[in-house]
């Protein structure tokens, strides 16, 4: 929309401008660092850090209402750099000119209301967030924009080059990683590290067809986590995971679209997420404390954490009720369907326990919870889901089961909306469809395929076995009429198909 339309009161903010102080800031000594350099861990204490914007105060100055309207004005932009994530720039990194801002597609994903069929069935009304509907379909592409365009202006500015970008990944951090590297050509090339056998075929192919260097690695993802720190510590190349501080603030834009897209009422409202590395819910309490803080949102939503039994170490932190005896003790994981999930030390640990505790203080009362979930709800959950209309991925069917687990518990009751976060799309993890379809997903993951969910193809063939078309050999006209005929009966004595009149 041409400028000269916008309101008065808009006008001036329309198009942000680069501000900000940013800062690494360290969790655990409070130090500070410039982002003018590189840094993923602290140098004098080791511990995470958090990207700080030392200006933050300076965006209360603008009434949480005028906010609104901005951001609601702002979706009329036509320009691609403030179409994805950075629609939210002053808050995402106020700091990154628009020419530097990488904008493939990413952010602003559906939000999409379960029919009444599947919401009587559970209970309560909700939605799911479909951010398996982002261009390497998981939400890892929103911290990874970031990520790359932070990279990107450190590259403009001569302050960096011949950039070797390096992760581990579950799978979908490594999709999204070698598509937003090649989408800067030779400037950054990237590699990724894959547990061998613990990413599926879909993920496998994403990084391979983006051109990444692609290493598989024996064990667990948390495994392949120790050899990139070493090698980040040990070379020069940039750390893509969510150890470096420039996802988690990419990752917040998930909580302003949820703001946005309820028309910044977040009153009653529950968030599911479901937790691996522990990155992606320490972004979503981040971002909804900083719209808190501004005054954008008037309440904190609650959050509900969802793990696996099968890979629970944040659920077992938090199973003592008292704080001061908590204690942080890394899990052995099990195979898990869950599996984009399925880590067993999560990087982001003392990030989640920190922003909790400052999320549950703004609010005045506890709103941070984590639920346990097994394996057998987690894919039940995910294909009745999906039978109702929906694409989401087996931890999306996490989030679902949780659900019912934060009734049942009563941490959430039936008057609340409920969105789920379905993370990646259901086609990444068909594999784990496939095997339970025929009945074969492997004992150790204590999951029995219930024969009411089960849907397999039927290879119909006529009866004549002359009438079978190929390529080679297309039938003859009546051959092919008496071919159409023969299946068209065969399909609808499947179907139970009356004949019209
Ligand atoms: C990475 C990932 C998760 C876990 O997110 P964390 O930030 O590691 O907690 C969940 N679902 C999908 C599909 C993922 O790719
Ligand atoms: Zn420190």
Redesign the pocket.
């Known amino acids: 929309m041409n400028l000269d339309y916008f309101p008065e009161d808009v006008k001036p903010h329309i198009i942000p401008e680069v501000k900000g102080k940013m800062v690494y800031r360290c969790l655990g000594c409070g130090a500070q660092y410039p982002i003018e350099h590189l840094l993923y861990v602290c140098p004098d204490c080791s511990e995470v850090l958090l990207i700080h914007d030392n200006n933050a105060a300076d965006l209360k100055r603008i009434p949480g209402k005028l906010w609104q309207k901005i951001f609601d004005f702002r979706k009329m932009l036509k320009l691609p750099a403030l179409k994805g994530i950075y629609r939210f720039h002053e808050f995402i990194g106020p700091n990154i000119p628009l020419d530097s801002i990488i904008y493939l597609g990413e952010g602003h994903t559906p939000v999409v209301e379960a029919n009444d069929a599947l919401q009587n069935k559970i209970g309560i009304r909700f939605f799911y967030k479909n ?2 509907q982002n261009p390497s379909a ?3 592409d929103r911290g990874m924009a970031s990520a790359l365009s932070s990279i990107k202006f450190l590259l403009d500015q001569n302050k960096i080059s011949n950039v070797m970008a390096i992760c581990a990944s ?4 490594s999709a999204a990683a070698a598509l937003y590297a090649s989408y800067l050509g030779d400037k950054v090339k990237s590699a990724v590290l894959l547990p061998h056998k613990k990413v599926t075929s879909q993920q496998l192919s994403q990084p391979l067809g983006s051109g990444a260097h692609v290493f598989e690695i024996p064990g667990v993802f948390d495994d392949c986590m120790k050899i990139v720190e070493h090698l980040s510590a040990t070379y020069d190349v940039v750390l893509l995971n ?1 150890k470096n501080a420039w996802r988690i603030l990419g ?1 917040e834009s998930y909580s302003y679209e949820i703001a946005q897209d309820f028309n910044w009422d977040m009153k009653d409202k529950v968030i599911l ?11 979503v309490m981040n971002g909804f404390i900083k719209f808190y803080d501004t005054k954008i949102i008037d309440c904190l939503p609650k959050i509900i954490g969802v793990q696996s039994e099968h890979a629970d170490p944040v659920y077992q932190y938090y199973l003592e009720p008292d704080k001061t005896k908590r204690e942080f003790i890394p899990v052995n994981t099990k195979p898990s369907v ?1 599996q ?2 399925m ?1 067993g030390n ?1 990087v ?1 640990m003392p990030r989640v326990i920190q922003i909790a505790q400052k999320y549950n203080a703004r609010a005045g009362s506890r709103r941070v919870f984590v639920v346990q979930v097994d394996e057998q709800s987690i894919i039940d959950s995910q294909l009745l889901a999906n039978r109702n209309g929906h694409i989401t ?1 087996t ?2 069917g996490e989030c679902l089961a949780g659900l019912g687990v934060a009734l049942k518990k009563e941490i959430i009751n039936s008057d609340e909306t409920a969105i789920l ?1 379905a ?2 799309h259901a086609i ?1 993890f068909s594999e784990f469809q496939d095997l339970y379809f025929n009945s074969a997903i492997p004992k150790e993951y204590k999951i029995a395929s219930n024969h009411d969910n089960i849907n397999l193809p039927s290879l119909l063939m006529p009866d004549d076995r002359n009438l079978v078309p190929s390529q080679k050999k297309r039938l003859g006209e009546k051959d092919f009429q008496k071919f159409v005929a023969d299946m068209s009966d065969k399909i609808a004595l499947r179907l139970n198909l009356e004949i019209s009149t």
């Not at 579950?170 to 951090?173: N, P, S």
Request: glycine share 14%; with cysteine; proline share 6%.
């Open positions: 951010d398996g998981s939400f890892k579950t799978g979908d951090t969510s990752q997420v479901p937790i691996g590395n522990a990155g992606n819910i320490s972004a869950a984009a999930a880590i999560p982001s991925c931890q999306g976060d993370t990646a990444k």
